[in-house]
């Protein structure tokens, strides 16, 4: 199974995100960062070009790769990971 796609919605005051896989098993998750919901939508969809084609079981090493590749992390960060994470759990 593989991540196909990872859309980010904005739904009155909630981030929502969606992850699609190619057996049609779709996870939800949401981004908790309501001050800042535009900022965390970005990384959203910035984080989705390092998910789109992998296994989307391999939750833990997911965060790991991700969250490794900046020295400085901030709440909106972690918020998008969380979201993600959140969905990921969902599809297992």
Same mark, same amino acid.
């Given at each position: 199974?593989?991540?196909?796609? *990872?859309?980010?919605?904005?739904?009155?005051?909630?981030?929502?995100?969606?992850?699609?896989?190619?057996?049609?098993?779709?996870?939800?998750?949401?981004?908790?960062?309501?001050?800042?919901?535009?900022?965390?939508?970005?990384?959203?969809?910035?984080?989705?070009?390092?998910?789109?084609?992998?296994?989307?079981?391999? *939750?833990?090493?997911?965060?790991?790769?991700?969250?490794?590749?900046?020295?400085?992390?901030?709440?909106?960060?972690?918020?998008?990971?969380?979201?993600?994470?959140?969905?990921?759990?969902?599809?297992?």
């Amino acid at each position: 199974m593989k991540i196909t796609d *990872i859309k980010p919605f904005l739904v009155d005051r909630y981030l929502l995100v969606r992850i699609y896989t190619d057996a049609g098993i779709i996870g939800n998750g949401e981004a908790g960062m309501w001050a800042h919901h535009a900022p965390v939508h970005t990384l959203i969809q910035e984080l989705a070009d390092y998910y789109i084609g992998k296994d989307p079981l391999t *939750i833990e090493h997911h965060y790991q790769t991700v969250s490794r590749q900046t020295h400085f992390m901030g709440a909106g960060i972690s918020a998008a990971y969380s979201a993600i994470d959140i969905a990921l759990w969902d599809i297992l």
